[in-house]
């Protein structure tokens, strides 16, 4: 069964295209991967299926909600974190959640057993009452991640992440990730420039290039495709899109990402 739909969804910004007739479906439980070198559309793609971002063609469903008639049931069934920092640092760990319990409006009497359990499951219980501020890379984002999954939405975005984050953090975030979506069959997609993690952790994947899908299908047999020893999913990338995984974005895109990183230790 698909929980997101999209039918030539288009997003347009004067007379650039950045996301072109992207029709795809993704099945309850599936963790999907989004691809593709900075300018492909990954990013546009998520704003519009999390309603921050209208279509200027084309129709999505989450849920079988539409994201532009239905757009406040969508927000309701989805949980977003964003490639910026969305944790507060003057705050501890525990308060970040409770505000985002707050304003998910879940009911008083389960706000703290909610927030407990989502510190429980993120391996952030021992930290719960230190400021955000002093915490590591990966402990941040699995904050995050706890905070977009208080109210069990049933498809999360995760907008790059682990940018920014050291090899040992991004294994622990991988880790519940995976975990998400084989305790509480959690539907992820994930947008990401690190091809061993779309390998690791994604059923499927959609490379992207110039705001169309070039390729879709599950890694293995991306690879496949291609006909070669020990081809990689870097290899399948490159194919695809003619881009290196390292160049590409212009200087905005790049400061961000290198604020990211910093922010994030």
Same mark, same amino acid.
């Given at each position: 069964m698909n929980v997101l739909e999209t039918d030539n969804l288009t997003r347009r910004f004067g007379e650039f295209t950045a996301v072109d007739s992207l029709t795809l479906n993704v099945a309850a439980g599936e963790i999907f991967g989004l691809l593709g070198p900075n300018g492909a559309g990954k990013t546009t793609t998520i704003k519009m299926l999390t309603t921050l971002l209208p279509p200027t063609g084309g129709s999505a469903r989450i849920g079988g909600f539409d994201i532009t008639q239905q757009a406040s049931r969508v927000r309701r069934i989805i949980g977003y974190v *964003?490639?910026?920092?969305?944790?507060?640092?003057?705050?501890?760990?525990?308060?970040?959640?409770?505000?985002?319990a707050k304003l998910y409006a879940l009911p %008083?009497?389960?706000?703290?057993?909610?927030?407990? =359990?989502?510190?429980?499951?993120?391996?952030?219980?021992?930290?719960?009452?230190?400021l955000v501020r002093n915490?590591?890379?990966?402990?941040? %984002?699995?904050?995050?991640?706890?905070?977009?999954?208080?109210?069990? *939405? %049933?498809?999360?975005?995760?907008?790059? *992440?682990?940018?920014?984050?050291? *090899?040992?953090? =991004?294994?622990?975030?991988?880790?519940?990730i995976a975990e998400l979506q084989r305790e509480h069959g959690t539907t992820?997609?994930?947008?990401?420039?690190?091809?061993e993690e779309a390998d690791a952790l994604c059923g499927r994947v959609a490379i992207m290039h110039l705001g169309k899908i070039v390729a879709l299908g599950a890694p293995e047999e991306l690879k496949n495709s291609l006909n070669g020893e020990r081809v990689t999913l870097d290899d399948v990338f490159a194919h695809y899109t003619g881009a290196a995984l390292d160049e590409g974005g212009n200087y905005r895109e790049t400061? =961000?990402?290198? =604020?990211?990183?910093? %922010?994030?230790?």
């Open positions: *964003p490639q910026m920092l969305s944790a507060d640092s003057s705050l501890t760990g525990y308060e970040n959640l409770l505000i985002f %008083r009497d389960t706000r703290e057993s909610n927030v407990r =359990r989502a510190l429980d499951f993120m391996g952030l219980h021992q930290a719960s009452d230190k915490y590591s890379g990966g402990m941040i %984002r699995r904050l995050e991640i706890a905070q977009a999954m208080l109210h069990a *939405p %049933r498809v999360l975005f995760l907008d790059e *992440p682990t940018v920014g984050l050291d *090899p040992v953090a =991004r294994k622990s975030v991988w880790e519940r992820i997609v994930l947008t990401t420039h690190y091809m400061a =961000r990402t290198r =604020r990211t990183a910093q %922010r994030l230790g």
